[in-house]
């Protein structure tokens, strides 16, 4: 039996259902006795939750009202609220107190008293206090009472001490701020932690004062709190005295748990419901599942006799997806026998490239030599006739071109300011001597590495973009230093310079430079980019008829690239 369970896929899912019926049907006699057990200490722990928040909601809201008393008082010099100044110091306190009553819209009024319960500041809605609250707290205290005379409604009050000396115990208390509170705000936060618990929550003072019975649910609204705590329905729990206020919570033990019951049958409907979904899942992984498999399993075996026959499944899901890739997988396997029969034709074919392409890297290596022995053979010719600029120019123009065609990418600053030197001796016969151009190269960085054939493109933009077309006589100067780890390069010339839009056409091909072959700009930003990465910098500044500054930042170290 255990065989036949391990050879078969439906049994195994069989299996694996039954044992699901089972831990359920368990699961549902436990949760049972458990809802029952549990509903009592389930009650306590609502009450305790609810009496908790509450005791932290009214916590965090009298951190508030003691920090903006703080924030108010901060204004307050007891000892210099002479006439001379005491409108002054009435302005700052009102100026606040309008910011503080328009985030705490609750707060209506705000007195300032000092240690004689003499009124300094009323602010907001006149109010005086009862004669059983004239008197000078030591602490902080909360707590209600019919403050307004023409209002039928009790309102809260804190009271905050405020204290002046050198600190410590030598503190010596200056006065009294109290703030007359809406209760809307209060009420409202404790209505809010009931939530949708069926439960009653009241909130006194030490005058044994009802400020605030809210109750939820099902629970009478004609009922008390001394009714409810002498209730054995229902859960009590109250707080200690905090600021003179007390909360109480009465939590219903059967009210919060009606529900259970009707968890009770849905669970069982579920059951039922779960119990017929299995079934329809093992018929339909027989019929949808397995039965395809064995097919596929049986087209596998045949294929080796017969590589031409295809599955034939017309379906959309992940078995049809199956027989689709292995029907590709065959005429893949079919198209790689085919291609492997013209493999030794292509290898021939690109053998016979890479002959060809050494016969031309071979041909291009010569003409280089043709041409510098050319060069060479003018150089002599000028010599013999004593024309010795002919013969310089040649001689320039030889080692350039022996520079240019260099294998190495990467060159010392001495090379390649020895390049823009020969350079600059052939524009300075060309254009007999109208532009001059310099070289300014600290010997620190002179062995430093940097990228072949790099500057003088740049100096050549600068002769036949700024100078070439100026009447008057030109420079352009190459200055290279070092600035810590990093070497900078820059170009100035004295040229036509280029207008905004221009200029915005020249950064934007730095930013973005194009895909080209050529040695412009767009060839020295990808080569920047290939031998350092990001770790460069490259700007070009320019005026019209004041010339072009193009700077250019990169490390002292570099290493040529694959």
């Given at each position: 039996m255990i065989q036949k369970i391990r050879n078969s896929l439906l049994l195994q899912l069989i299996c694996i259902i039954l044992a699901v019926l089972i831990v359920l049907t368990g699961t549902l006699y436990i949760s049972y006795r458990y809802v029952r057990q549990t509903?009592?200490?389930?009650?306590?722990a609502l009450s305790d939750s609810l009496l908790r928040q509450a005791d932290n909601a009214m916590s965090l809201y009298e951190e508030n009202l003691r920090y903006n008393a703080e924030a108010l008082c901060q204004y307050v010099?007891?000892?210099?609220?002479?006439e001379e100044n005491k409108d002054a110091q009435q302005a700052k306190i009102s100026s606040y107190y309008s910011q503080i009553a328009l985030k705490n819209r609750e707060i209506v009024s705000a007195i300032l008293l000092d240690k004689d319960m003499n009124t300094l500041v009323s602010l907001g809605k006149p109010v005086t206090l009862p004669k059983k609250q004239q008197y000078l707290r030591k602490g902080e205290d909360l707590n209600a009472d019919w403050y307004y005379p023409d209002s039928k409604d009790f309102y809260y009050a804190f009271f905050y001490p405020i204290y002046g000396g050198a600190g410590g115990s030598a503190q010596e208390q200056l006065g009294m701020c109290v703030f007359i509170l809406e209760p809307w705000r209060i009420d409202g936060t404790l209505n809010n932690i009931l939530n949708d618990s069926m439960a009653a929550m009241l909130l006194s003072d030490s005058n044994k004062l009802d400020l605030s019975f809210s109750t939820f649910g099902n629970v009478p609204s004609d009922v008390t709190m001394a009714e409810l705590k002498e209730n054995e329905d229902y859960v009590y729990r109250e707080g200690n005295w905090q600021n003179g206020i007390r909360i109480a919570v009465a939590v219903s033990v059967s009210g919060n748990s009606e529900g259970s019951e009707s968890v009770r049958k849905l669970i069982m409907l579920a059951a039922i419901l779960i119990t017929l979904f299995l079934a329809i899942?093992?018929?339909?992984?027989?019929?949808?599942?397995?039965?395809?498999?064995h097919a596929i399993d049986r087209f596998i075996d045949d294929s080796i006799k017969h590589p031409e026959r295809r599955l034939k499944f017309r379906r959309t899901d992940e078995i049809g997806t199956v027989a689709a890739s292995l029907n590709h997988m065959l005429d893949e396997n079919q198209r790689m026998i085919e291609e492997i029969k013209d493999s030794k034709i292509r290898l021939y074919e690109t053998e016979l490239a890479q002959q060809r392409m050494e016969i031309l890297a071979y041909r291009n290596q010569i003409n280089p030599h043709f041409l510098y022995n050319t060069l060479s053979c003018i150089r002599d010719m000028a010599l013999i006739n004593d024309e010795d600029n002919i013969a310089e120019v040649a001689m320039a123009l030889s080692d350039i071109f022996r520079y240019?065609?260099?294998?190495?990418?990467?060159?010392?600053?001495?090379?390649?300011?020895?390049?823009?030197?020969?350079?600059?001796?052939?524009?300075?016969?060309?254009?007999?001597?109208?532009?001059a151009i310099k070289t300014d190269v600290e010997e620190a960085v002179m062995d430093k590495p940097m990228i072949r054939f790099f500057l003088q493109p740049l100096v050549e933009n600068s002769v036949f973009h700024g100078l070439e077309s100026k009447m008057d006589a030109g420079y352009v100067n190459v200055c290279i230093k070092s600035v810590g780890d990093r070497m900078e390069m820059t170009v100035t010339d004295n040229g036509c310079g280029m207008d905004a839009e221009t200029l915005e056409n020249y950064r934007?091909?730095?930013?973005?430079?194009?895909?080209?072959?050529?040695?412009?700009?767009?060839?020295?930003?990808?080569?920047?980019?290939?031998?350092?990465?990001?770790?460069?910098?490259?700007?070009?500044?320019?005026?019209?008829?004041?010339?072009?500054?193009?700077?250019?930042?990169?490390?002292?170290?570099?290493?040529?690239?694959?």
């Amino acid at each position: 039996m255990i065989q036949k369970i391990r050879n078969s896929l439906l049994l195994q899912l069989i299996c694996i259902i039954l044992a699901v019926l089972i831990v359920l049907t368990g699961t549902l006699y436990i949760s049972y006795r458990y809802v029952r057990q549990t509903t009592y200490n389930y009650a306590e722990a609502l009450s305790d939750s609810l009496l908790r928040q509450a005791d932290n909601a009214m916590s965090l809201y009298e951190e508030n009202l003691r920090y903006n008393a703080e924030a108010l008082c901060q204004y307050v010099v007891m000892e210099d609220m002479s006439e001379e100044n005491k409108d002054a110091q009435q302005a700052k306190i009102s100026s606040y107190y309008s910011q503080i009553a328009l985030k705490n819209r609750e707060i209506v009024s705000a007195i300032l008293l000092d240690k004689d319960m003499n009124t300094l500041v009323s602010l907001g809605k006149p109010v005086t206090l009862p004669k059983k609250q004239q008197y000078l707290r030591k602490g902080e205290d909360l707590n209600a009472d019919w403050y307004y005379p023409d209002s039928k409604d009790f309102y809260y009050a804190f009271f905050y001490p405020i204290y002046g000396g050198a600190g410590g115990s030598a503190q010596e208390q200056l006065g009294m701020c109290v703030f007359i509170l809406e209760p809307w705000r209060i009420d409202g936060t404790l209505n809010n932690i009931l939530n949708d618990s069926m439960a009653a929550m009241l909130l006194s003072d030490s005058n044994k004062l009802d400020l605030s019975f809210s109750t939820f649910g099902n629970v009478p609204s004609d009922v008390t709190m001394a009714e409810l705590k002498e209730n054995e329905d229902y859960v009590y729990r109250e707080g200690n005295w905090q600021n003179g206020i007390r909360i109480a919570v009465a939590v219903s033990v059967s009210g919060n748990s009606e529900g259970s019951e009707s968890v009770r049958k849905l669970i069982m409907l579920a059951a039922i419901l779960i119990t017929l979904f299995l079934a329809i899942i093992i018929f339909f992984s027989y019929y949808m599942m397995a039965r395809p498999i064995h097919a596929i399993d049986r087209f596998i075996d045949d294929s080796i006799k017969h590589p031409e026959r295809r599955l034939k499944f017309r379906r959309t899901d992940e078995i049809g997806t199956v027989a689709a890739s292995l029907n590709h997988m065959l005429d893949e396997n079919q198209r790689m026998i085919e291609e492997i029969k013209d493999s030794k034709i292509r290898l021939y074919e690109t053998e016979l490239a890479q002959q060809r392409m050494e016969i031309l890297a071979y041909r291009n290596q010569i003409n280089p030599h043709f041409l510098y022995n050319t060069l060479s053979c003018i150089r002599d010719m000028a010599l013999i006739n004593d024309e010795d600029n002919i013969a310089e120019v040649a001689m320039a123009l030889s080692d350039i071109f022996r520079y240019a065609v260099k294998g190495s990418n990467i060159v010392t600053v001495r090379d390649e300011v020895s390049h823009i030197e020969r350079y600059a001796r052939i524009m300075d016969y060309r254009f007999m001597g109208k532009i001059a151009i310099k070289t300014d190269v600290e010997e620190a960085v002179m062995d430093k590495p940097m990228i072949r054939f790099f500057l003088q493109p740049l100096v050549e933009n600068s002769v036949f973009h700024g100078l070439e077309s100026k009447m008057d006589a030109g420079y352009v100067n190459v200055c290279i230093k070092s600035v810590g780890d990093r070497m900078e390069m820059t170009v100035t010339d004295n040229g036509c310079g280029m207008d905004a839009e221009t200029l915005e056409n020249y950064r934007n091909e730095i930013n973005n430079p194009r895909e080209s072959g050529g040695i412009g700009l767009s060839n020295i930003v990808q080569r920047l980019r290939l031998f350092y990465g990001d770790d460069y910098t490259i700007t070009a500044d320019s005026e019209i008829d004041k010339g072009t500054v193009i700077r250019i930042s990169v490390p002292d170290h570099m290493r040529e690239p694959g």
